[in-house]
Structures are given as C-alpha cells and as structure tokens.
C-alpha cells in the first residue's frame, strides 16, 4: 500500500500480486476532517471522496485468487526456486519409490498389493508438490524430470542394462524385469507428459493422473477383494472393482480441483465436477473392455482421459 497526502486529501494505493505475475490496482482518495466537537481530540476523521474519484482496476473473475500465493514459493528468483522445488519433490518422490522397495524385499506385502501402493501414491504425492513451482516458463519443465528420470530408470532396467531387483518386485507382476516396459514406463510417461504440456492449471492433467493413479489402482485392489461378479463382456473384470475406479477417480479429481482452486491455478465451479465424473466413468468402461486388458491399463486409462477430457473442459 502506497499512501500520498496534501492538507485535505490522503490518496491510498492499494497493489495485489498474484501467482500470475498480474496486478491488481486500486486507488482509492479519502477526505481528512476535522473532528466534531463531541469527538475524542485526537481523533481524524476519515472519508470516502465522491464515487467517481474512486479508481479500481480488477482481474477477470476467471483470473481472482483465492489465496493469495507469492510468485515463487522457495526463492525470489523464479529459476533457482524451481531448481529448488525439484530438488524437494525429487527427495519426496523417490524417497517414496524406496520405501516401497524396502516393503517389496522384506515381503511386508503382498507383491501384487506393494505394486498396487506404489501406483496410487507416487503420482498423486508429484502432484501435491506441484505448487511449489513458480508461474515461470522453468516450473513445468524442470518437474516433469522427476517422472521423466522414471522412464530412463524403466528403460535402463527392463532392457537389461542394470540389475535393480528391489525396483522389479516392487513394480512388476510376476518379477520379470521386462514388465517395466510396459505399465511402469506408460505409468512415468504419463505423468511426465501431464506435466510439461498441461500442469497444475488444467483439468486434464488432473483428470489423467487421478484415474490412472486413484481409479485405477484402487480398481484392482477392490477387485481382487470383492470382485466376485463379474462383468459378463470381460470375466477378468469386476463390477466392483470398476465401480471403486469410476469413484476414486472422480473424488481424487474434485480433491485436487479443489487444491489447485485454493492455490488459484484453477477456478473451481459444478461444470468442472460434472465433467471429471463424466471422464472417470467412461474412463472406468473402457477400462473394463477386453481390449484394456490385451494393450495394458496404463495405457488405456490415461490416453481416455485425455482424449474424453479434450472435449469436456
């Protein structure tokens, strides 16, 4: 706030800095009087100029934020706060993926349940520290290396280059180290592709990382406990377990529409959760087809996602 007076006028400004590098400017002139006689001594009055003095200069409403973020969160450099972020969603995430690995070797799990935990988590915990990257050009780049040093690690080990037996049985089905070609490497790649094209200001990337995190992790999980109907187009597949993905997916969604809203990376409203309830049930149908099953979810999931969600939002 910037103030300016004279002997009759106090003109206030007031400038609000958003996570968008935008301003808002309002100006607002004030009277100065002097007190009545009944009034304390030491007392100013204070009053509003005429209506057309007073200047205010607004964002649109898509463009209010609810919580006032700084530009940067860690540093006042854009470039070094993300370098910054990346290093804390980096020690985050992996420290995450070695947990899972230390579970996997010491068989505190059941391998197919261990796998299952490491797919719902590690994506949507990358997504938590999304915030912590500034609104510079830097932000999305530098966090897609995080998933993005998943996919050589994928790559690395499931050509056999490098041994990593505690990363295969904690991502594979059956402990083939080629497994991670498939799933785990469309798994990485989804996150980083979701990253760098439509980060933390889109739905879409929402969309995809929720079901394919949320829905379809907790798809199999549920499946395998009470799935015993199945569905009659596909006896591989549950009405249980296809139900549990619709709705993780769709309530993950909400959960972080609303904590990017709170951020003010996105404006919240029904359209939008109508929408993500529109994608996470066509996405848990095709999900639940035949040939999902043939190609491999994580595939399948993320690519409807996007492609229902291109539409929608």
Known sequence: MICRSST???????????????????????SLTKPSSFST?????????????????????????????????????????????????GAIAFSFLRLFEETAKRSLFDQKLNRKLVHVSIGLIFMLCWPLYSSDGWGPILASLIPGINIIRMLVIGLGIYKDEATVKSMSRFGDYRELLKGPLYYAATITLASVIYWRTSPISIAAICNLCAGDGLADIVGRRFGDKKIPYNRNKSYAGSIAM???????????????SWFGYMEGSLKLVLGFLTVSVV??????????????DNLTVPLTSILVGSVIF
């Open 8 to 30: 009759t006028t106090l003109t206030c400004c007031f400038q609000r800095f958003d996570p968008l590098h935008r301003f808002t400017h309002i100006s607002i002139p004030i």
């Open 41 to 89: 001594p030491f007392l100013t009055l204070f009053k509003p100029c005429s209506s057309s003095s007073l200047t205010l200069t607004t964002q649109p409403p898509q463009a209010r934020r609810k919580f006032a973020v700084p530009a940067t969160m860690l540093h006042q450099n854009p470039l070094v706060s993300d370098i910054c972020a990346l290093a804390v969603s």
């Open 246 to 260: 619709a709705a993780a997916g769709f309530l993950t969604s909400v959960g972080y529409m609303s904590y990017f």
């Open 283 to 296: 996405t848990a149908l095709v999900e639940s087809l035949p040939i999902s099953t043939e190609l491999d």
